[in-house]
Nanobody, 119 residues
């Protein structure tokens, strides 16, 4: 059973930056593709970014491409999301998630961390 705990959210002005962190435990980190998702008020949860174990493959939603960078530290069982040029539309609860390599479904989810971007 994998446990995921996010941190790093908060209130930031438009144009600012935040770095979200996700600490993973309870599983073999190498077995998982790690992802970030977000859910804005009144909207469906949406994909933000994902990264494979080797860090060779990184995927981004069009809405964050060029502004966000996903990374992972396999020695620390951690994954990060650096967000720059934040916009009000980025306001959401951000979730860390893990899926087994080869599977499409993200099986493990964190509790989320709130990001609020003010104008």
């Amino acid at each position: 059973q994998v446990q995921l705990v996010e941190s790093g959210g908060g209130l930031v002005q438009a144009g600012g930056s935040l770095r979200l962190s996700c600490a993973a435990s309870g599983g073999t980190f190498a077995n998982y593709v790690m992802g970030w998702f977000r859910q804005a008020p009144g909207k469906e949860r949406e994909f933000v970014a994902a990264i494979t174990w080797s860090r060779a493959n990184r995927y981004y939603a069009d809405s964050v491409k060029g502004r966000c960078t996903i990374s992972r530290d396999n020695a620390k069982n951690a994954v990060y999301l650096q967000m720059n040029g934040l916009q009000r539309e980025d306001t959401a609860v951000y979730y860390c998630a893990a899926r087994v390599v080869g599977n499409q479904e993200y099986r493990y989810w964190g509790q989320g961390t709130q990001v609020i971007v003010s104008s």
